[in-house]
């Protein structure tokens, strides 16, 4: 049983009580709302004659329907128009900030959350999404939830929760070149599985993790939900206060000291226990590619495709890939970068490094989304849209765009997608036959730049 582990710690700190069914009764910092689960929540707060409890703990956006060609109203998908004008008003009523398409503050929730200094370590958020786990870079315990437990945050700012085993990870060296964060996590969760994670928390830590930045770090905790994993977290350290300091919400003058010594005493002590500890060498990663329908079916970018079997066969027919042949020269038609997982700044700064005065193969698509509107001003400020417009890619607004086409981004038929996005299940870039191949950011541009899967070490 883990012991002394930031999980316990933060845990023990927001327990209410403990229920009749063994669960525990714990206290949300933070709620963070969007288009797609919330408005159900609200309808059932209005059925039942509730109000929400604590309006300051629950911030708002729009992100997964919102069209990044154009942000005017009304929107050109008459449900999406209903959707925003659905967010819109329950935030009005109910006294909630929303960061909105016409305040320029609006982005993927998982991005203006860390970037406005909502995010915080110690906290206990909820997010009626799937990725929420991000929120774990910052030494908080972020949890993904349904849409009947964000109207119960709406009514008492508190969940039930079972308690969590605690998986350390560590990764250990220096990265080879040409391998990013977006490969450590694939590389994880290849070597233990889309399962290997159930009933668990994953904490990161080591060598590697220690010195990823703030941004590498959100790419490892967002795909932990893709091992199984309840959540994904690091523990908080200078790197992460350095990030917060002087952000819209975070602590200022004295009260920031307070909050930096508070934060620091949730890291997980040196004499913490653990559930399990995995040991991951960073040298033994490679660029890594998806190959099939989970991000468990995942090969190094100089590695073949697996023998068909059993196992494999489902993926392979779906995916209209050949068994044992690379995947590395597969031509693709769309290029895909963005989402939650690497919409960020750094993410196209690297990139812009490389593809400088070249040019995207012909008959290619390629998007570039800005995982929020700061992101898109900060970006355009140091001209890096320039240089993804003359290089062929299309610019757009911000939002969650491709990675799950819930808005006009989507595949046409059979067509393959290079994506930086999170999951490459079936359909899941709008199109029942589409297919996702999940990389890093560079190996995506690399591929957009010849039209086939390649390595960005050959490439650049």
Known sequence: MAKNTLFNKIWDSHIVKTLKNGQTQIFIDLQFLHEVTSPQAFGMLRTLNLKVAYPNRNFATVDHIIPTDNFARPFKDPLAEKMIAEIEKNCKENNIKYFGTDTGEQGIVHIIGPERGLTQPGMIIVCGDSHTATHGAFGSLAFGIGTSQVRNVLATQTLAFNPLKIRRINVEGKLKKGVYAKDVILHIIRLLGVNGGIGYGYEYGGSTIDNMTMDERMTICNMSIEGGARIGYINPDQTTFDYLKDRDYAPKGQDWEKAVAKWESFASGNDAVYDDIVNIKAEDIKPM??????????????????????????????????????????????????????????DFEEIAKYIKGKKIAKGIRALVVPGSMQVKREAEKLGLDKIFIEAGFEWREGGCSMCLAMNADKLIGDQLCASTSNRNFKGRQGSPRGRTILMSPLTAAATALTGKISDPLEIF
């Open 289 to 346: 590619l998806t190959w099939g329908i989970t991000p468990e079916q995942a090969i190094a970018i100089d590695e073949n495709i697996p023998e068909r079997n059993a196992q494999t066969a489902e993926a392979l027919d779906y995916m209209m890939l050949e068994s044992s042949k690379p995947l590395k020269g597969q031509k693709i038609d769309i290029v895909f970068i963005g989402s939650c997982t690497n919409g960020r700044l750094s």
